[in-house]
C-alpha cells in the first residue's frame, strides 16, 4: 500500500552539527519528494524538493538525496542554527491519473528536530 | 500580498454541533486540499478539488463535507457525524500539472 516510513522521530543536534533525516517510501511509481519544516502552531513550508531523474539537490545549508532503486530520500541540514529547530515532514507523490494529472501526497509522521545553541 | 488564509486560528464547538472552516486563496491556483493532522502523525488528506464545482474524497473523508463554487475559495465542514473532529486542519493548494502544494496557516478546532 501506500506508505512513507520517516526516521528519526526526535533529533536532538547542537549548534553548528549536520542533521539528516531519512524517509522510505513504498510505490515505485512515485516521482516527487518535497520536504516540509513546520514550526510550532503554523502550516508546513516547503523548503526543498527532488524529483525522480535527479539524484541529489541543494538549497544553501540544505540538501536532499534521492535512492529510486532502495526507495530511499533523505534531508541533509549543514551548520544547523537554533531556528532551525521544527517539525520536518517528508512526502512522496502518487500519480493518481484522470484528466488533471493530480499527484497524491502521502506524509511521513514527521522528525521534532531540537537545535540546542 | 499573495498566499492562502484560513481562518479562524482557533475554534471552540461542542459535541453534536457541525461547524465550517474557511480557506482562501489568491494564487490563481486550480487545486485546493484539505488535511488534517493530529499529534506524532503525518498530514492525511481529506478531500481534494482540481476544478470549481467538483471535489474528490481523500483517504479520511467520512464525517466532512466540502464545496468549490469558486476558485478561491473550498470550505470544509466538520459534522456531528465525525467521530474524533479534535485536530489541527491546513488546507493548501497547487496548480493544475504541477506537484508543489502549498499550506495555509491551520485551523485548531477543539470539541468538546
Known amino acids: 500500500g501506500e506508505n512513507v516510513e520517516q526516521h528519526p522521530s526526535t533529533l536532538s543536534v547542537q549548534e553548528g552539527d549536520s542533521a539528516v533525516i531519512k524517509c522510505t517510501y513504498s510505490?515505485?511509481?512515485?516521482?516527487?519528494f518535497p520536504w516540509y519544516k513546520q514550526e510550532l502552531g503554523k502550516g508546513p513550508q516547503l523548503i526543498i524538493d527532488?524529483?525522480?531523474?535527479?539524484g541529489e539537490k541543494k538549497d544553501q545549508r540544505i540538501a536532499v538525496t534521492l535512492n529510486k532503486t532502495a526507495k530511499h530520500f533523505s534531508l541533509h541540514i549543514t551548520e544547523t542554527q537554533p531556528e532551525d529547530s521544527a517539525v520536518y515532514f517528508c512526502?512522496?507523490?502518487?500519480?493518481?491519473?484522470?484528466?488533471?494529472?493530480?499527484?497524491?501526497?502521502?506524509f511521513g509522521a514527521g522528525t521534532r528536530l531540537a537545535v540546542h545553541p | 500580498d499573495g498566499g492562502i488564509t484560513q481562518s479562524p486560528k482557533y475554534l471552540f464547538r461542542k459535541e453534536g454541533q457541525n461547524v465550517t472552516l474557511s480557506c482562501e486563496q489568491n494564487l490563481n491556483h486550480d487545486a485546493m486540499y484539505w488535511y488534517r493532522q493530529d499529534p506524532g502523525q503525518g498530514l492525511r488528506l481529506i478531500y481534494y478539488s482540481q476544478i470549481v464545482n467538483d471535489f474528490q474524497k481523500g483517504d479520511i473523508a467520512e464525517g466532512y463535507s466540502v464545496s468549490r463554487e469558486k476558485k478561491e475559495s473550498f470550505p470544509l465542514t466538520v459534522t456531528s457525524a465525525q467521530k474524533n473532529p479534535t485536530a489541527f486542519y491546513l488546507c493548501?493548494?497547487?496548480?493544475?500539472?504541477?506537484?508543489?502544494?502549498?499550506f495555509g496557516p491551520g485551523t485548531r478546532l477543539t470539541v468538546t
Open positions: 527532488i524529483r525522480s531523474n535527479v
Open positions: 510505490d515505485s511509481a512515485s516521482n516527487y
Open positions: 493548501a493548494s497547487s496548480t493544475l500539472w504541477r506537484y508543489e502544494q502549498y
Open positions: 512526502a512522496a507523490s502518487i500519480p493518481q491519473g484522470g484528466s488533471g494529472g493530480y499527484n497524491k501526497l502521502i
